[in-house]
């Protein structure tokens, strides 16, 4: 009966399975909703949607499934579904073109603009020069060109030149709901841990509990020990931004993955180069920065530093005071990444650069030299170095 | 049979659905929500609401599945064989039941409350897919199957500290407890304080409303703050004109304490404030 729109909430990437329909369907039957569209907009949520996050597309495709018998709310239906703007079309425009579509008015125009077609259009669109979309020549949308464009949901920046971003995931923090792919990384952050034996005692000591029974004449005589639990710190430091962009998925699982491994993991952001400040929330970087003195002091040198950046710089960032790209640093980039070094001697850095294009930049190699060859790409073969060397001191990479 | 909020609690039309569909179909309802949006009071109060009895299973960190089924205790059994006590020839006397054998022996329906799922080890839901799917478990050390006498109703919350698995929200049911909106929430203050001065109310929830409006706290004040530190307000005889000069940029409402919890987010409103003097 309603089997269209299972298929459409299915295709369009809604984890709905068929066992879930089926009682969607037996729910119906039951008689459970009668005859009001709002009942059975949450009778069908509640049984086919099993997470929030999927709630806002579920209310989208709903409206767009159910249109004309009843308008769920029509300011779902003015966001703009991700859906259009997905990376489908990716179009080259000749020299000439690009020259025409300059400067089809300022960036006030183009917000007003924008809103007005929000407000106009209401089916997804690619191509042409006038919807949002994606592709085409209209100012609005991602994957188009032109050179006064409002970026609307695209993975990065494609010219670097959009003149405002409206991107939310843009300064997402790294999301550790991705679970995709992540099991093998855990398995392998698996092999860092500290087994210390604290708390309740609770295993049964059968050794221990043998050896007094006997002392004890055969009576009875128990001793129990806590259980073992894996006590390792660890304190991650994360470039993002920038050359990072390209990384960032790959960045989200490891993050992920060590967020579920470890239970004491503490994580900081930087850009491109530690330098005196850091930052817990990418959202609020510029409100909630944290000197990293502080940070230094806050966490003992038991902390296991794992660094994730594609060190990829000008060297002046590393060499030179006022060289970072984003502040004035009274100090160089390698004083701050010395005194890293020196306060926790159980330090890596991942690198998710693959091997082959280090040599091609200069700074990988330096911060390379810098970490004592410590500085293991982010595959799952180094990540399993790297798990060694903050265990071993004496490894280094090896590429294989 | 159905639920339809009680005077203490007050459901919206989505939550009752949600409830009466979970109870039609005898199918788990998974809740989610902020904290202190009344995940597990639902489960009390659709107990109360429908005469049955609760049976609540708190899940902890160390909560494993097995501990909702049953528990032998082979220690004591070793030790009454020492002590030559008869009891030991009947194992059944070391097999301690859990929750769920207690919510499935019952003659009557009752309403089993699983609190917090996602406290315990990512494998623990998975371990009880069968048992809540099929509601009936095999008990090794008895030699047979435990399975319900009328299959209870199923509640369980989670905080999302961790995500649940996929085969186990297919079982279930899944209702997303949200913030309530202005008139709901004037509706549950009602129920807890009826005799509280209408302006007084308002007045304190545009507070509230404005404080949760802050960029960046890190723990919103929820319903159950609310409802604490307008007892407070009471208490300490705070009139509605003293909370119709608070504005955030410049001064704190009475009590904040109790509406956020933790250092950073006071923190957080004294840097406004100062930002604001400037």
Redesign the interface.
């Known amino acids: 009966m309603f089997l269209d729109f299972f298929l459409l909430l299915k295709n369009d990437g809604l ?1 709905v ?1 068929i ?2 329909y089926l ?1 969607f369907l ?2 119906l039957d ?1 008689g ?2 009668e005859y009001s569209v ?2 059975f907009y ?2 069908s ?3 086919l ?4 996050h999927h ?1 806002d597309r579920y209310d989208l495709l709903f409206g767009y499934y159910f249109e004309g018998i009843e308008k769920i709310n029509t300011e779902d239906f003015m966001k703009i579904p991700e859906d259009w703007l997905r990376k489908s079309f990716v179009n080259a425009l000749t020299e000439e073109e690009k020259e025409m579509i300059k400067g089809m008015g300022g960036l006030d125009k183009l917000m007003e603009r924008l809103k007005e077609l929000m407000e106009e259009q209401k089916k997804r669109h690619q191509g042409g020069n006038k919807w949002i979309g994606t592709g085409g020549t209209s100012p609005f949308g991602a994957y188009g060109y032109n050179p006064e464009g409002i970026r609307i949901g695209q993975d990065e920046s494609r010219h670097r030149r959009a003149v405002k971003v409206w991107d939310k995931r843009e300064f997402r923090d790294l999301d550790d ?1 991705v ?1 995709l792919q992540t099991r093998n990384m855990k398995m392998a952050l698996r092999r860092l841990r500290i087994l210390t034996r604290e708390g309740v005692q ?1 295993e ?1 000591d059968l050794d221990k509990t043998i050896e007094k029974t006997s002392k004890n004449a055969g ?2 005589e ?1 001793e129990m020990v806590p259980s073992k639990k894996n006590n390792v710190k660890v304190l991650l430091l994360l470039d993002i931004g920038g050359s990072m962009d390209d990384h960032i998925e790959l960045c989200s699982r490891l993050f992920s993955a060590a967020k ?1 491994e470890f239970k004491h993991l503490e994580h900081y952001y930087f850009h491109n180069c530690l330098y005196e400040f850091v930052w817990r ?1 990418n959202r ?1 970087r510029w ?2 920065a944290i000197p990293t003195l502080e940070v230094f002091n806050t966490y003992n040198s038991d902390y296991k530093v794992i660094v994730v950046g594609d060190a990829s710089m000008s060297p002046y960032e590393l060499l030179y005071q006022n060289g970072s790209v984003e502040h004035n640093n009274d100090e160089a980039g390698f004083v701050w990444l010395e005194r890293l070094k020196n306060r926790y001697p159980d330090i890596v850095w991942l690198n998710p650069v693959p091997v082959p294009q280090w040599r091609y930049t200069e700074s990988i190699g330096m911060v390379r030299e810098f970490m004592d060859d410590r500085m293991f790409p982010l595959t799952l073969s180094g990540l399993k170095q790297a798990i060694k060397a903050l265990k071993d001191k004496k490894v280094k990479f090896e590429k294989h | 049979m159905k639920f339809e909020g009680t005077e203490s609690y007050i459901s919206t039309r989505d939550l009752n659905l949600a409830v009466n569909a979970s109870i039609t179909l005898q199918r788990p309802l998974l809740i989610k929500g902020e904290p202190g949006t009344g995940k597990t009071m639902l489960a009390f109060e659709v107990a109360e609401a429908l005469g049955k009895e609760l049976i609540t299973w708190h899940v902890k960190s160390t909560t494993t599945a097995q501990q909702g089924l049953y528990e032998y205790d082979a220690v004591s059994r070793l030790r009454d064989s020492q002590l030559g006590d008869e009891m030991v020839n009947d194992i059944s006397h070391y097999i301690k039941k859990g929750k769920l054998w207690q919510a499935f022996e019952s003659d009557e329906q009752v309403v089993l409350l699983i609190d917090e799922i996602d406290k315990a080890d990512i494998e623990f839901p998975n371990d009880l897919l069968l048992e809540l799917d099929r509601m009936e478990f095999y008990c090794y050390e008895l030699r047979k199957t435990v399975s319900a006498n009328i299959r209870p109703i199923v509640i369980i919350t989670s905080n999302n500290e961790k995500e649940l698995p996929d085969a186990f929200l297919r079982r279930c049911f899944f209702h997303y407890i949200s913030f309530p909106d202005r008139e709901t929430l004037k509706a549950i203050v009602k129920v807890h304080y009826p005799d509280l001065e209408d302006k007084l109310i308002e007045n304190a929830m545009t507070v509230f409303y404005d404080l949760r409006e802050v960029d960046g706290l890190k723990k919103k004040p929820s319903t159950s703050e609310l409802i604490d530190w307008l007892k407070l307000l009471m208490v300490g005889k705070i009139t509605e004109s003293e909370l119709e000069e608070v504005d955030l940029s410049e001064n704190l409402p009475p009590f904040t304490g109790a509406l956020l919890k933790n250092e950073q987010d006071q923190e957080l409103l004294r840097r406004i404030r100062q930002r604001f003097r400037r």
């Open positions: 984890p399975t066992k879930e009682t037996e729910a039951e459970i909703v709002d009942d949450y009778l949520r509640s049984c949607i099993k997470h929030e709630f709901d679970e609770e049964l009576l009875l128990l579920y929330n609020r409100q909630e």
